[in-house]
């Protein structure tokens, strides 16, 4: 456990330590945040034109606005940390550590660490920020003390799935140009795919049972469940209660389930194919 909070401790100090990487890694966040306020609100407002109760219109605008940011962001975020990883293999950092005697699998394992913990710090102050302007906008009254503190734990449940998940898979990258490559390409498409920008109601079925199998999606559909739980008729009107899984509309207990399980799934992938190994990446 001592090695491990080191590693940890080590990688944070190196994090806050760097001006440039600290810029980086929210410049993310913000990029994403920016996008939703210059062109989110048009959006989100042209799918309630037949809403004419102006409260409803607007409750209904920063709520997507929500949970778009916040089920992008965990994702976004979870990208941009997985920079320290792919540094560290191209710089042979990670074999200079292991002929110390600290375990492979605890180095390993706390590039996890701290890239859920970054996660997690980031989208949860983004959450808080976002909560203050629904509060100067007079939308505050979509969220309760328990809507939002559930909000809370699936922002959580998010960063935690998508940090795991990202950090197994670009464990395998030693190259930051190929890291850069990727992340642009994933960052262009994914908060479509996820539902972040249009609700999955609004997709042809076949497109509509690709995204839902994706994990992050039904981090979006747990956060918009919750957001519109107090405004039934623009939920039912909008598709936006209900919760889909591969076309399947289903409970969100088996949602949340299946975001669990994939969490488990990567863990369990990351220990046998890169945490355990005993050559140098």
Not at 76 to 103: G, M, Y
Not at 108 to 127: D, G, Q
Not at 166 to 184: D, N, P, Q
Request: hydrophobic share 55%; glycine share 6%.
């Amino acid at each position: 456990m001592y090695q491990l909070n080191w590693l940890i401790k080590r990688n944070l100090i190196m994090f806050f330590k760097d001006p440039r990487k600290i810029f980086m890694t929210f410049l993310s966040p913000i990029i994403t945040v920016v996008a939703f306020v210059l062109f989110g609100r048009y959006l989100f407002s042209s799918q309630v034109t037949n809403i004419t109760n102006v409260e409803i219109q607007k409750q209904y605008v920063d709520g997507s606005m929500l949970t778009g940011l916040l089920s992008l962001s965990t994702i976004t975020t979870a990208l941009s940390l997985c920079v320290f990883i792919v540094q560290d293999a191209e710089k042979k950092i990670f074999n200079d550590l292991a002929i110390t005697p600290i375990r492979p699998a605890l180095i390993r394992f706390s590039y996890l660490i701290v890239n859920v913990i970054l996660n997690v710090l980031i989208c949860v102050v983004l959450y808080i920020l976002f909560v203050f302007y629904m509060l100067g906008n007079g939308t505050i009254q979509l969220l309760d003390a328990r809507r939002g503190f559930l909000i809370l734990g699936i922002v959580i449940l998010g960063a935690v799935l998508n940090s795991t998940l990202f950090t197994f898979l670009f464990s395998f990258i030693k190259s930051v140009a190929v890291y850069s490559s990727l992340i642009g390409m994933l960052s262009s498409i994914v908060g479509f795919l996820i539902g972040a920008f249009v609700p999955l109601a609004l997709f042809p079925d076949w497109l509509k049972g690709f995204a839902s199998v994706l994990p992050g999606t039904q981090v979006t559909n747990l956060l918009r469940f919750y957001t519109f739980e107090s405004i039934i008729d623009i939920s039912k009107a909008q598709g936006l209660i209900n919760i889909t899984l591969a076309n399947y509309n289903v409970q969100w207990y088996v949602s949340m389930a299946y975001v669990s399980v994939f969490i488990v799934i990567s863990l369990v992938f990351a220990y046998l194919f890169r945490f355990n190994a005993k050559k140098g990446r």
